[in-house]
């Protein structure tokens, strides 16, 4: 076991030379697939939403290049902290998540049949987008706490529904995609902390049971625990020819639209994006924009800037100086994760519809901001390992 | 793995790289599925989902043909086309709910003066056999309405106003029976070769010449094929494709020939013929009561379709000349004629002695006018309608061989079938023989006797008319074209026009020509006689010897009426009496210019009365028309017997 100390200061950092000065100690591949990802949203809103707002040709994108500036801002604000010492007020984000997904259901404003934001002057807070890091850094501290006790079943069980908790409320707004993000978040915090395998197959086993009930034998006794359109959409996907005018059509659009795109895309002839046959084109349905405008080439390019962003996650999360970063940059990872998969694969019709956004490329404000809140915390892991390992007189390799 | 409190970790434990590497090989997996899930779609699949991103977007928006016009033999225009306004709905955009539909078709109604349950009613119907297409509410609407309708579009959701081509028809009544209609593709005909390439919705010719010709007439659709939104919304304009127009047909009918025909018939009910006898191209044919065609471009309303088909009215919408059969009357001997010379019955010079009247069993048949005609020979017979004559070979005829020759030449020269002109609908009529008026008994007999009718019903004909079986007397009725006969004029014009021709049986004909719109030839229409009828050539001519002398030679049946005409005719007149108190039926078929004639005439007036008194008269007026000769001075009816 190591015996060195830890406690590097700030001071000593700075007064260093080397590669880190360039940077600010900052991951610039991170910051690279991030910008890249900015651009790409930018650029895609651009070409999608030019007739959306008959006269205002710009609405969107000027929106989202504000959404992603205010967030850049934070994300840098944020590296420049010391992420440890949120692990001690992991009550108080704990309460204020459940806080703000209960505020919404005072104040919240209703859009498109759901209660999910909070209407601030600037924008509307979609508290579930939130809820996210909040939850991250909250389960992280509690895995943390108990890292002694961690095989045993109370601990996961505790953690578990910690989680279940705010999802279940989440859900309930209704926003089923972000529940199921804080159940992704759950698992890999645990996994990566080390959770005996036997637990997880327990976990799969429920979840399985869980499934059932709520998919089959409770609508069979007459009980709806998720709403139709839910329901609809996660089994649209098996068959969206089946259901072409509801949640198949979304899908079946969607489909269309990418593979409309080619090898190179149709640019201006993209008649599914521009003639609006393709739903929420540039919110959850950005990717399939991508996919008919700029073809096989585009989507390529963006699924790579979203190999590099997860690499540099998992890169962050091993060099993290302590579990508490580790298993932070661990959630932020099952974050991300989780949404690109789900939307794309929703946009290709290999996943159902969960009405998840797709990290920086989707437009809108909570989104955006939240998402470049988590890639602050994992630049500021960054920077505190570069910072402990400077200390201890080793170059972190890239 | 030891840890403080603060969680602090030393390095990447074994474990930790495990569980990294996991979930790293997920994420690998899961961008794998999703590239080689992108590959498929986009490189493999590309051609398919841009096919039906496209089919998303365009619309194509069928823009009507004009038909081709159809002209006289002259390229006078007798069928043209106009643009009318249409007031349609489209089914897609008609309210959902049954309750609003009916608020929309009650405004409707009141702007369009429809009752409202019409308009449902046809809407549903055209939409049940169409479900996409729309439907025509009111086909030739004004502009003012149009105008209405357009400032309050929202009050009226789906209704639409569309240009169309209507028919038009510049000489209203005159050859009203020829053209026939054109209407929407029906569902059963959607599946027939002969409407190849038409589209739903698409009009076609459904009845005369128009449903005869309809493959030259209807032209090629053009597209507008427009870009729309996913709400339906025009976006934009991508391409068109110009209709084409149908070809032009010209007819063999004579614009003002038909026009003298009509005049003739004079609202009489009864028809006429004009045929030229070598070709069989017609000149003229036409019925009476006639009625304005003007009135189908629009949508027929049921009072209109009533008056149209009423027998009060004369049933103005039946085409006399191929679909009302008649008995003949005298104009039949011919006929008889033929087939006593070919039977060997008679020579044309063999001499008979009309006494004014013939004893058949029970029988005494009966001159027409009681006249006495003395020795006659077939000339002679044919020229004064010596009845007696004819009599007598009907007995004859019927006793010899199998008793049917007088039948077997009348099915031969083209009576009781159909004529095979180039209008659909033709009716064949009837040559009475023993085994129909055998038959037709043994009906009635089961019938009076199972149904046991009163008296007034049988008369009204509750169990046939054949009320007796097949006697010697028939067939002598028969040769002189009485009894249960039934012909029409375009038959006999077919049969006269062997005697001229040289035995040819001519198949009637109509189009004449298929040209471009401007009239320049793309294809002749012919038709070659359908047979010769056998009729040695020297009996022809005296047959036809003996239609010139009645029609010239003093005592000749028609030789009055054609008194000072300039044109030699050969005809023969013809009364049919049809039982009961019903006029006679009245006929004249004429041959001309005698001795080659090259036109036959047939008039016929379904109460006319004597032929010398009514068809003779008519037939001379459409010679005149015919040959160009003035009329010199009113036209005198012959009153003599047949």
């Known amino acids: 076991m190591h015996a060195a100390p830890y406690g590097t200061s700030v001071t000593r950092f700075r007064d260093a030379a080397g590669p880190a000065r360039l940077t600010g100690g900052l991951d610039p591949l991170l910051l690279l697939a991030a910008l890249g990802l900015m651009g790409c949203s930018v650029y895609t809103i651009t070409q999608a939403t030019q007739a959306d707002i008959p006269g205002d040709p710009h609405f969107f994108v000027i929106r989202q290049v504000a959404f992603g500036a205010i967030g850049l801002v934070l994300m840098l604000l944020i590296s420049r902290v010391d992420y440890s010492r949120l692990r001690e007020w992991k009550a108080g984000l704990y309460g204020l998540l459940i806080g703000l997904i209960v505020v919404v259901y005072a104040t919240g404003s209703v859009a498109r049949g759901s209660k999910r934001a909070i209407a601030l002057p600037f924008f509307q807070l979609q508290t579930s987008e939130l809820g996210k890091v ?201 974050m991300f994760m989780h949404q690109v998969f789900i939307n794309v694969g929703m946009t290709i019709g290999i996943m159902p519809i969960t009405g998840v956004t797709l990290p920086l490329m989707s437009y809108g404000g909570s989104s955006v901001i939240v998402t470049f809140m988590a890639l602050g915390l994992l630049q500021s892991i960054h920077a505190q390992a570069r910072e402990t390992a400077f200390g201890k007189g080793r170059e972190l390799a890239l | 793995m030891y840890m403080d409190d603060d969680g602090r970790r030393p390095s990447l434990t074994p474990q930790l790289a495990l569980r990294v590497a996991v979930v790293g090989g997920v994420a690998l997996m899961a961008f794998a599925l999703i590239f080689f899930r992108l590959w498929y779609l986009q490189v493999l699949s590309g051609d398919k989902y841009r096919a039906e991103a496209n089919d998303n977007r365009v619309r194509e928006i069928k823009v009507q043909a004009p038909r081709g016009e159809i002209v006289d033999r002259n390229g006078k225009v007798l069928v043209n086309n106009r643009t009318g306004l249409a007031v349609r709905v489209t089914p897609d955009k008609l309210p959902k709910d049954g309750a609003g539909r009916h608020r929309l078709y009650n405004r409707l109604g009141r702007v369009l003066s429809l009752p409202a349950g019409r308009i449902q009613k046809s809407v549903d119907r055209q939409l049940k056999a169409l479900p996409y297409s729309p439907a025509t509410v009111k086909q030739d609407v004004p502009s003012q309405l149009v105008y209405y309708l357009f400032e309050h579009q929202e009050e009226f959701p789906g209704v639409t106003v569309e240009q169309v081509f209507l028919r038009e028809y510049p000489h209203h009544q005159i050859g009203a029976h020829l ?410 078929v004429a041959l001309a210019p005698y001795p080659s004639p090259k036109y036959v005439v047939a008039v016929t007036f379904e109460q006319g009365g004597f032929g010398a008194e009514t068809a003779a008269p008519a037939a001379r007026k459409i010679l005149a028309q015919l040959f160009g000769v003035s009329q010199n001075g009113p036209v005198q009816g012959g009153s003599a017997p047949n």
């Open chain 1, 134 to 334: 909040l939850l991250i850094l909250a389960l992280s501290a509690f895995v943390v706490d108990r890292m002694r006790r961690l095989q045993e079943k109370e601990t996961t069980s505790r953690i578990m529904l910690l989680a279940l908790f705010p999802a279940m409320l989440v859900v309930a707004q209704p926003d089923l995609g972000s529940g199921l993000v804080y159940m992704s978040i759950a698992l890999a915090i645990l996994f990566v902390a080390g959770t005996k395998w036997t637990h997880f197959a327990a976990l799969g086993a429920i979840a399985a049971v869980a499934i059932v009930t709520v998919m089959v034998a409770a609508p069979a006794m007459g009980v709806q625990l998720l709403k139709p359109y839910q329901m609809d959409r996660l089994t649209a996907f098996v068959n969206p020819q089946e259901n072409p005018a509801e949640q198949g059509y979304q899908q079946s659009q969607s489909l269309v639209a990418v593979g409309a795109g080619g090898k190179t895309g149709r640019g201006d002839q993209a008649t599914q994006t521009r003639l609006d046959f393709l739903p929420e084109h540039h919110t959850d349905f950005v990717f399939s924009v991508v996919g008919e405008e700029f073809g096989f080439m585009g989507a390529a390019l963006v699924l790579s800037l979203y190999a590099l962003l997860i690499w540099r996650c998992l890169r962050i999360l091993t060099v993290s100086k302590n579990l508490y970063g580790t298993l932070v940059a661990a959630g932020i990872t099952a």
């Open chain 2, 179 to 588: 053209f026939g209609t054109v209407g929407e593709i029906t569902k059963e005909q959607k599946g027939d070769d002969r409407y190849r390439g038409v589209g739903l919705g698409d009009r076609v010719g459904q009845s005369g010449i128009e449903y005869q010709y309809d493959r030259f007439l209807r032209g090629r659709n053009g597209a507008s094929r427009v870009q729309v939104d996913a709400l339906g919304n025009l976006r934009g304009q991508l391409r068109n494709v110009r209709p084409q127009q149908g070809r032009q047909l010209r007819l063999s009918l004579d614009l003002d020939v038909q026009k003298a025909g009509q005049a003739a018939l004079g609202g009489a009910a009864g028809a006429f013929v004009v045929m030229n006898v070598n070709d069989g191209s017609v000149l003229g044919l036409g019925s009476s009561p006639s009625f304005d065609p003007n009135q189908f471009s629009k949508v027929l309303r049921p009072s209109d379709y009533k008056r149209l088909t009423s027998k009060e009215n004369g049933e103005p919408i039946v085409n006399r000349a191929i679909q009302s059969a008649y008995p003949t009357g005298s104009t039949f001997k011919l006929i008889t004629a033929s087939a006593s010379l070919m039977g060997g019955l008679i020579t044309p010079d063999t001499v008979q002695y009309d006494g004014g009247s013939l004893k058949v069993g029970a029988q005494t048949f009966k001159n027409a006018g009681g006249a006495v005609n003395g020795p006659v020979a077939l000339r002679k017979a044919l020229s004064v309608s010596s009845d007696v004559f004819f009599y007598r070979l009907g007995q004859e005829a019927n006793g010899h061989g199998d008793g049917l020759l007088i039948q077997k030449w009348a099915h031969r020269l083209g009576i009781g079938r159909k004529t095979g002109i180039d209008l659909p609908g033709e009716a064949k009529g009837l040559i009475p023989s023993p085994s129909y008026r055998n038959k037709g008994f043994r009906h009635y007999q089961r019938c009076v006797k199972k149904l046991k009718p009163t008296p007034q019903q049988i008369a009204e004909g509750k169990c046939g008319f054949l009320d007796r079986p097949w006697s010697v007397g028939d067939n002598v009725n028969f040769s002189v074209g009485q009894g249960d006969l039934a012909a029409d004029p375009l038959q006999m014009a077919v049969a006269y026009a062997s005697v001229a021709n040289g035995g040819k049986i001519v198949r009637p004909r109509l189009g004449q020509r298929i040209e471009d719109s401007s009239g320049r030839p793309l294809q002749e229409l012919e038709a070659p006689p359908k047979r010769n009828s056998g009729v040695k050539p020297e009996f022809r001519q005296a047959i036809l010897d003996g239609l010139r002398s009645a029609a010239s030679d003093p005592g000749g049946t028609s030789a009055t009426v054609f008194k000072g005409f300039k044109i030699p005719v050969a005809g023969k007149t013809g009364t049919a009496q049809k039982g009961g108190a019903r006029a006679d039926q009245s006929w004249y």
